[in-house]
């Protein structure tokens, strides 16, 4: 599965901003799908995933409310949509594939497929 992540930028405190992340490959349905952050200076992050046996979604804590992934098999893609976005929210966020355990869906190695990330800037 090779991932492509887009739809990064600028925006004020307080706004939207909706990632998307094309894959490539046929199973890429049976792959559960995430997205990690990096902000400047610190380690990766989780930020959520949708998973697939029993197609649910798990979000970090400082994610809870504000942000909604979701996938779309058809299209072969997976979005995450912010809102009442805060500077803290700056980062680089990576789209990645995996078959984590459901222990397991916050940890970076439980995924084998990554995208290049895409910058997000929350500032005014």
């Known amino acids: 599965v090779q991932l492509q992540a887009s739809g990064g930028g600028l925006v004020q405190p307080g706004g939207s901003l909706r990632l998307s992340c094309a894959a490539s490959?046929?199973?890429?349905?049976?792959?559960?799908v995430a997205w990690f952050r990096q902000a400047p200076g610190k380690e990766r992050e989780f930020v959520a995933v949708f998973t697939v046996g029993n197609r649910r979604t798990y979000y970090a804590d400082n994610a809870k409310g504000r942000f909604t992934i979701s996938r779309d098999n058809a299209k072969n893609t997976v979005s995450l949509q912010m809102n009442s976005l805060t500077p803290e929210d700056t980062a680089v966020y990576y789209c990645?594939?995996?078959?984590?355990?459901?222990?397991?869906?916050?940890?970076?190695?439980?995924?084998?497929?990554w995208g290049q990330g895409t910058l997000v800037t929350v500032s005014s």
């Open positions: 490959g046929h199973t890429f349905s049976s792959y559960a």
């Open positions: 990645a594939a995996g078959k984590p355990i459901l222990s397991n869906i916050h940890n970076m190695r439980g995924y084998g497929y």
